[in-house]
């Protein structure tokens, strides 16, 4: 069998790819900002300050847990989450790391 196109990066940058993925739709970034912005765990606001069906805000809570920035907790037909303050620095430290790179001017660069 012969390699898949993500076999020839490092396992660095499939992760940052995956982590990028999962917070590349504008509802997700709703979501962690609001998450961010109570810094409590949230039981079924998300529909009333998201805008979105319950089922949409599920799939996309499910997305974000997937990479480990949520932690929830299942009480009977309740769910609740909260953002993984670890998981969180760890993917605040991946992107620091790229972004804190200092770019030169180059005079033959377009």
Do not use: W
Not at 24 to 36: C, E, K, S, T, V
Not at 62 to 75: R, T, V, Y
Not at 91 to 96: E, N, S, V
């Amino acid at each position: 069998m012969g390699l898949t196109k993500s076999d020839i990066f490092t396992a660095e940058q499939n992760k940052i790819a995956s982590i990028a993925k999962v917070l590349g739709h504008p509802a997700r970034i709703a979501i962690l900002q609001y998450l961010l912005e109570k810094q409590k765990c949230i039981c079924g606001d998300l529909v009333n300050e998201i805008g979105l069906a319950q089922a949409t805000i599920s799939q996309h809570l499910k997305e974000m847990k997937s990479i480990g920035l949520l932690k929830g907790i299942i009480e009977g037909t309740r769910v609740c989450y909260c953002i993984d303050s670890k998981v969180f620095k760890e993917i605040k430290i991946i992107f620091d790391s790229i972004f804190n790179e200092t770019i030169t001017a180059n005079k033959n660069c377009c």
